[in-house]
């Protein structure tokens, strides 16, 4: 575990570190549908330094789990976990239905959440709809469900 972690509501001073960091990851970009904002969290030390975000858009009563990403030299130390967590409550809080996701890398890792394999098609349209599902993840990506009433 990264000692000295704060998460904090994401703001839009966050947005260049943020897409810096989905950058470095290999993620998709942040795009003006994205809600960026209270919708996502930032871990940071206390000196300020974001290296932690994770994020969901909300449609109609369901979440797109996006943008959950770890700088490199502190992967595995389980703040992605506190990180998806987090989003989870905060999916909860709001009364969400489910939460989706799509990933190409970390098919593994999401059913220790809960999550499970679905088809991409198997979406309900919000979801489908939104352009990181429509288009800019590959068809090759892994779609996961989480149902969270």
Same mark, same amino acid.
């Given at each position: 575990?990264?000692?000295?972690?704060?998460? @904090?509501?994401?703001?839009?001073?966050?947005? @260049?570190?943020?897409?810096s960091l989905? @950058?470095?990851?290999n993620l998709v970009a942040l795009d003006d549908h994205s809600q960026f904002g209270e919708h996502y969290v930032i871990a940071e030390n206390s000196g300020g330094f974001l290296f932690g975000v994770a994020g969901i858009e909300i449609r109609?009563?369901?979440?797109?789990?996006r943008s959950v990403a770890i700088a490199p030299h502190l992967r595995t130390r389980g703040l992605g976990t506190r990180l998806i967590h987090d989003r989870i409550d905060y999916a909860r809080a709001r009364r969400l239905r489910a939460l989706y996701l799509l990933t190409t890398t970390a098919r593994d890792y999401f059913p220790r959440f809960g999550f499970t394999v679905i088809g991409r098609?198997?979406?309900?349209?919000?979801? !489908?709809?939104?352009?990181?599902?429509?288009? !800019?993840?590959?068809?090759?990506?892994? !779609?996961?469900?989480?149902?969270?009433?």
């Open positions: 575990m990264v000692e000295d972690v704060l998460l @904090r509501p994401a703001t839009l001073a966050d947005l @260049r570190s943020v897409s989905l @950058r470095e990851s109609g009563n369901n979440g797109l789990l098609t198997e979406a309900p349209l919000e979801i !489908a709809g939104t352009i990181e599902w429509s288009s !800019a993840c590959p068809a090759s990506s892994t !779609a996961m469900f989480l149902k969270l009433d």
